[in-house]
């Protein structure tokens, strides 16, 4: 459908980022949200859920890479993987291009955005989804949590969408709780925490909450220019601690030796280790933890 119109994201109510729409590609309203996904004319095709812009071909990377390799390269030996939301198959690629993971596990709530994405963002995903070290459920990942086992996974990706609606369990008590639990010694989760110029209560309320079951909470940055209003958080919590110090240099040796160098555009060795360094009004959020 040719169209001169805008979409507006609405995630605030007096402050946002709109689109001119070449074409809508699909519009559902899943059982858990509404779904649009459109080809714009500054970002290649978008993906919006519930009004809020999700992932854009033009700088998924950034954000994908970051959520992927920081943790999988300061943890150094991660073969077990699992995945919570990230129904755009990003996440799972990035993690799969580790030759180190031996298993990724993804848990999306709405069958209809795998579905969707797979149509209308196969680029995104590429080749993941028949990945044989991949699994894909689609299901809570509140009930996945709840069920795991103790000490199944090293590392724990949550690509989750803001606490609002279906992605608010996520933000949870129980959900930390479960996390820490399904994580062995050193294992480590990181959470899509939200931009702090305009969302600090989500990174300040969710290191208060996971500070109860994890020795090491902290943050880094990202930044992705779809997710308005400056730096993106990503929650880190860890079991261990140092994990976030590693030198570039071996940083580098392990993404060498993981296959994933050369393979980037936002993240390098030196990103990584500069990452977690924290502008003052990103790092007030985090002092009550
Ligand atoms: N990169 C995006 C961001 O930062 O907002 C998130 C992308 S991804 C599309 C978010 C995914 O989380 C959605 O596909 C949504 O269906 C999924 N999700 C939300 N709540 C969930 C839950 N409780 N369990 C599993 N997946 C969930």
Redesign the pocket.
Known sequence: MATDSWINETLYPDWGQRFLVKRELARAQSE??DIVLFESFSHGRV?V?DG?I??TERDEFV?QEMLAHVPLLAHGAAKRVLI?????GGVLRRVLQHSTVEKAVM????GE?IRLCKEHLADIAGDAWTNPRGEVIV????DYVRRAADASFDVIIV????PI???E??FTDEFYQNTARILTAQGIVVN?CGVPFMQADELRETSIRRAKFFQEVSAYVAAVPT?VGGF?TLGWSAKGTGMRAVPAAEIRARAEQAGILGLTRYWSPEIHASCFHLPPYIAENLDQA
């Open positions: 858990f949200q993906m859920l809020v999700q992932i954000y919570i939301g990230a129904g755009d848990v999306e709530i709405d955005v299901g809570d990942g509140i690509d989750s969408t803001d609606g279906v992605g369990v996520l899509q997710y993106m």
